[in-house]
């Protein structure tokens, strides 16, 4: 059977017992669901959720899926250990997708067009407090350049703005707003389908840094290890997901604009509002008692979701240039920095795995730290230890004036005014170099227990003292 949302739930389930959650108390749309998430979250605990009921919605809701790295190697069939090699070396095997006849695809079990469409049948959340209002926040939006054919696709944030308008906001930089341009200069609407809910290596393959345009389902195939399946949409010539939960169609009106905002983004803060292009929705379909997939904006899902990615394609542009490579983190907590460890053959392998990483992700990484392969990069504190102990700033600190922007979803590339307004500026970068001296200098050993005594003591037997022996 081919692996959709369904298929990864009930893994999920037999694999990791008690990573789902079932809420099965009513919940309001508006803060109920994510107030749920972020009270588990305040005892660092990030379980998925099944909500059964959210507001007058019949369809159910996922949230949280993607909280967890635990998650997404279960989803890549992998180990946590191996998760972010096993990421970039299946990037550099992009499998094709399978288009299926629309019969044969569960997405089109339920069809609206026209007049029937009504986005309010969806379990649409507001998630944090100062959001203009409810937003689609997993919806993947395809589309396809006139100029190339070829298609693309990539997720964006969706303000629902009635039963049958969404507003879309794509950033400047990325091929969604390529695309959206070639069409508004000719005048025309651009035709885009927007899937919701699929398996995580599907989401993932969305936002994965690929060259060149389009080649997103292709690499979903290659996290998914097959073939993506596809079939054409009802009102425009567009391939979307079969399995999709849920498939959202329409066009982007021409020179059409509607406020759009405010909006928590990923760095944790409100940063970009105002007119944005407007879609006109012409049909729904929906699967068989469809599965509603929400990502959690602002918040430890939307840092996780988007890090993985990055990471493995760090780690593959890395390896190009540094071939001992070992490991990247782009932290969940902080995706402006990225720690990368590697066995140092020449001193200049550091700034090569730096400028692979900036060039990887110019827009959003500010700070790059490379260390040695004895330090663990998920850990916050060893990365620390090696910044503390193996490196000197007066030497090993690399400052790259105006190195990316201008402006962007981090609040540094803007200056701020009293009058409220602001101006975009550039952004400068760091690269913080906390590799050892290679030999033949003397570098003083680090202090640790033999690993193999480490592997070889046991804990079996040891209790709880519960009072001093007499």
Known sequence: M???LRSFLQDLIAVRPGDVKRVSAPVDPRFGATAVAERFARANQYPALYFEQVGASRIPLVLNLTATYDRLAVALETTLQEL?????DRMTRPIASREVPREEAPVKAQVWRGGDVDLGMLPLLTHN?????????SGIGIMRDPESGRVNAGIYRHQVHSRNELGVWFIDTHHGAYIHRRYEERGQPAPIVIAIGHHPAVVMGAVCRIPGMGG???AAGALLDESLEVTRAETCDLPVPAR????????VIPHGRRDEGPF?????????????PVIRVTAITTRQRPIYYDIFSANREHLVLGSLPRMGSIYRNVKQVVPGVRAVNVPAHSRMHCYIAIRKERDAEVKKAAFAALNTEPENLKMIVVVDEDINVFNDGDVMWAIGTRFDAARDLLVIPRWSGPGGLLPVGWDYHQDGSRTARMVTATVIDATKPLPPAAYPPRAAVPAAAV????TAGITDLTRLPE
Do not use: C, N, S
């Open 2 to 4: 081919p692996k959709d």
């Open 244 to 251: 999709a939960e849920i498939v959202i169609e329409g066009e």
């Open 84 to 88: 972010v090699p096993a990421f970039g």
């Open 129 to 137: 407090e100062l959001d203009g209002g409810p937003y689609i926040t």
């Open 216 to 218: 997103e389902f292709d």
């Open 455 to 458: 592997d070889a003591a046991t």
């Open 264 to 276: 928590g983004e990923w760095p944790g803060h409100y940063t970009e509002r105002g007119p944005k």
